[in-house]
């Protein structure tokens, strides 16, 4: 049953990251692609903002396909863990923990799920979860 749960918890995390990554990367699904987001990026002062664009749209896009299919899960999870973890800090913290606010409740989520991804790894339903 745990291998199920682990399962469960990829998918849902790694399409919902992967999803993003196809907004940020590649501008699909309504989303700004890199350009649009390097100029999100400048007003939180990332500097430079295209290569962090760049660095992040397509770390969602690639660690969400390596939870889908179960990939490097730990690496996946900690690479993600850190984007969700920068845009609470950059974004989300100053306006408190609930999200009706625009707080940080759903990061925090998310961190806790690429938490359990971490420490548990796959499980046996996937291509190959060494990492």
Known sequence: MMDLALLAL???IG???FGHGLQLALGKLGGPGIVGFAKMLEGLRFVPAIFW???AGY???IAGLFLIL???PRLSGFSL???IAVAAYKVHLSRGFFIQGG????NFVIA???IALIIAGAGKYSLWNKF
């Open 53 to 55: 664009s760049y660095l």
């Open 103 to 106: 707080g940080f409740e759903y």
């Open 10 to 12: 990829r998918l849902g």
């Open 15 to 17: 399409i919902m990251f």
């Open 70 to 72: 179960g990939v490097s």
């Open 112 to 114: 806790c799920a690429c």
């Open 81 to 83: 863990l850190i984007f």
């Open 59 to 61: 770390t969602t896009l």
